[in-house]
């Protein structure tokens, strides 16, 4: 069946290439020509040849280094970030940050910060959350690697003290800003209005949920017998999801993506093969059609699965996915996933062609599902071999 589906996705090529040809025996010209040519040269059985299908080398996926940049609201898009596990395969977690003026609280940093209490709120009950400073600490990091403090609600909302741990390690955050700021009111010779962001992450090991608003900060100070309390309110949120330790290192040997994790598909195509197998065939210098076959095994998703994918080719390798993010194409697939249906027939021979000129020995498909903006959704897509061939044709 897929040998039948290539030969017509050739053939279809190869039927446009001639429709579009002014050798058409409807109109007077084309008939004289067509009559009076030497059958040789126009039996486009001899004019046109398969060539093999490309090898696939190697197949395995690569994912986005965690981002822990912090913007206006989640950029899932839902500014209400996801934190937890979800089976044992992906962890989620929230970082806040919470701007931290320099010039009006400058005042602190001689006084003793004693407590850090947290206002914040879920989605659902009797959860657990950690808490911590994320500056100097891995994000990525087990729960119980972490210096944080653990909090439990048997309510959706939380308002409890951070341990001593952590107060000191924001203590530590805040005094390096004032140190920072301080070099910068030395060098300039005049008193800055600098802004810092204080980031704390919060982790969970129950199954993935959702953080509710943005949370508070409540800030205590002791100062020569005089308490000080300083409010601070989260300016930003992000949401950070990774593959669980356990799981990594399968997804990294598998041909899956995932939209959460920023996790692509890749397939390492031999294009040896192509060269040789022009050069067996004489006079056959051009590409005419290169049918590129997407295949998809299994998915999963967390929402209406949305019927479009990313794809890229290229000669290049990237170890970072978004060092190509620019260049990935959305197509649209009317097929379905699963059992190697195919999902889409891409027209590639624009990218075989320039090739012609330096005849590279490798190209590289990336592969990955849609993100749906606006939602929280995810597709997890494990994709099979593609299958590539295609027709040379003569230049006679």
């Known amino acids: 069946m897929l040998k039948k589906l290539i030969l017509s996705a050739c053939i279809a090529g190869i039927g ?104 914040i709120s879920t989605d659902s009950i009797q959860r657990t959350i950690y808490v911590y400073s994320y500056h100097n600490q891995a ?118 993506s995932s939209t959460h994790t920023g996790r692509y598909a890749v397939f390492k195509l031999d294009l040896k093969s192509l060269w040789a197998d022009m050069a067996k065939r004489p006079g056959f210098t051009t590409i005419l059609s290169v049918p590129l076959i997407i295949t998809g095994q299994s998915y999963s998703t967390t929402d209406t699965l949305e019927k479009k994918y990313y794809y890229y080719i290229s000669t290049s390798l990237f170890s970072n996915p978004k060092e190509m993010l620019d260049s990935m194409i959305v197509r649209d697939y009317t097929g379905r996933i699963g059992s190697n249906a195919i999902l889409d027939t891409v027209p590639a021979e624009a990218f075989f062609r320039p090739l012609l000129k330096n005849t590279p020995e490798f190209a590289y498909l990336y592969l990955r599902g849609y993100t749906i903006a606006n939602t929280t959704s995810d597709q997890s897509i ?9 027709v040379f044709t003569n230049n006679q």
């Open 382 to 390: 494990r994709w099979s071999n593609p299958v590539i061939t295609g």
């Open 139 to 256: 994000i990525t990091a087990p729960v119980n690697e972490l210096v944080s403090s653990k909090l439990t609600s048997n309510n959706k909302f939380f308002k409890d003290t951070l341990n001593s741990a952590t107060v000191a390690s924001i203590d530590s955050t805040l005094r390096s800003f004032y140190a920072l700021d301080t070099a910068i009111d030395a060098s300039s010779k005049k008193r800055t209005n600098k802004s810092y962001i204080l980031k704390l992450l919060v982790a969970s090991d129950d199954s993935i949920f959702t953080l509710q608003k943005e949370p508070k900060l409540i800030l205590t100070y002791d100062s020569a017998s005089v308490t000080i309390i300083d409010t601070l309110k989260s300016n930003y949120s992000s949401n950070v999801q990774f593959d669980t330790p356990e799981k990594k290192s399968d997804f990294d040997s598998l041909p899956v």
């Open 16 to 119: 446009l290439f001639i429709s579009c040809s002014d050798f058409n025996d409807s109109s007077t010209l084309g008939g004289q020509i067509i009559t009076n040519s030497d059958p040789n040269r126009t039996d486009f059985t001899r004019s046109f040849e398969f060539f093999d299908t490309l090898k696939v080398i190697s197949q395995y996926s690569v994912a986005e280094p965690v981002d822990t940049t912090i913007g206006a609201g989640s950029p899932l898009g839902t500014g209400s970030p996801l934190v937890g596990k979800k089976d044992s395969i992906k962890i989620a977690r929230a970082i806040y940050g919470f701007k931290h003026d320099t010039t009006v609280r400058f005042k602190n940093y001689h006084r003793i910060l004693k407590r850090v209490a947290i206002e």
